[in-house]
């Protein structure tokens, strides 16, 4: 039997994070060893030139697990969404 | 009596009058209604437009939640908040948040905790549409909006 390596998850980008990867969401398979939210945006920063623009920052980007604000070092597992922006802007 | 919370993330224009007098009307021990708009500005005439991106879902429970904890912190009767998404233009409203209360202090006070909270907390980001009808850059959060969030004391 295999054991499954990788999951998937939804992935949902906005503001100057949607524009520079160029897709508001997309569902990916992230490896196991990812464990947190810091570990997935540094994943992500290795799938192209695009992804690399979105976290050349990567301490100014913030992260959301299921439409919840989640610091760094926030485990992704068992999540169903994650969300990456900039600082919000509203008011 | 329960407090009247409504939370309203829409693109159309609100009416600030309308939503002061309903929460004025909630009832004989009201004596204090606070109401905040915040607009559009055009920049010395710079900005045609703004646009406000927002997460659907996460707007709305993120204000939520801030007009809970409003609540906990202050003897409220109601609390409106309504926040738009969309283009707007220089002197449209953005955001309203109206309070009321028995006394002036505590409207007042949770007012400005609701819009120190939203400011940081709730998932809206704002792009500029520059007069030349180029984009403009998208606006960036200030350090300012932090300090006066974390002067409430929340950790969240």
């Known amino acids: 039997m295999w054991l499954i390596s990788m999951s998937e998850i939804k992935l949902v980008y906005f503001a100057w994070v949607r524009e520079r990867i160029g ?33 050349e920052n990567p301490a100014v980007v913030r992260g959301a697990i ?15 969404e994650i969300a990456f922006f900039p600082p919000m802007t509203g008011g | 009596m329960l407090p009247l919370l409504t939370v309203r993330i829409q693109s159309e224009p609100f ?3 309308a939503e002061i007098e309903a929460l004025s009307r909630l009832g004989e021990d009201v004596g204090a209604v606070t ?13 045609a437009a703004l646009e406000l991106e927002h997460y659907p879902g996460m707007a709305e429970e993120e204000i939520g939640s801030v007009v809970a904890e409003a609540v906990s912190r202050w003897p409220l009767y109601g609390v409106t908040v309504i926040h738009r998404h969309g283009v707007m233009r220089p002197s449209d409203g953005i955001v309203l948040v109206v309070t009321a209360s028995s006394h002036r202090t505590a409207s007042f006070e949770a007012a400005n905790f609701v819009m120190d909270y939203l400011k940081t907390r709730a998932p809206f980001w ?22 006066l969030a974390t002067r409430w004391k929340l950790d969240a």
């Not at chain 1, 990916?28 to 690399?52: C, F």
């Not at chain 1, 299921?66 to 169903?80: E, M, Q, T």
């Not at chain 2, 792009?127 to 932090?146: M, N, T």
């Open chain 1, 23 to 55: 897709l508001a969401e997309e569902r990916v398979s992230v490896p196991d060893e990812v464990k947190t939210v810091a570990e997935l945006a540094g994943w992500l920063q290795t799938r192209g030139e695009e992804y690399a623009h979105a976290f």
């Open chain 1, 66 to 80: 299921d439409r919840k604000h989640v610091k760094p070092g926030a485990l992704i597992a068992g999540a169903s």
């Open chain 2, 15 to 17: 009416d600030a009058a």
């Open chain 2, 35 to 47: 109401s905040f708009t915040g607009f559009c500005r055009s920049e010395g005439g710079r900005l």
């Open chain 2, 126 to 147: 704002k792009k500029e549409h520059r007069v030349d009808g180029s984009l403009g850059d998208w606006v960036d959060a200030k350090i300012e909006d932090d300090r």
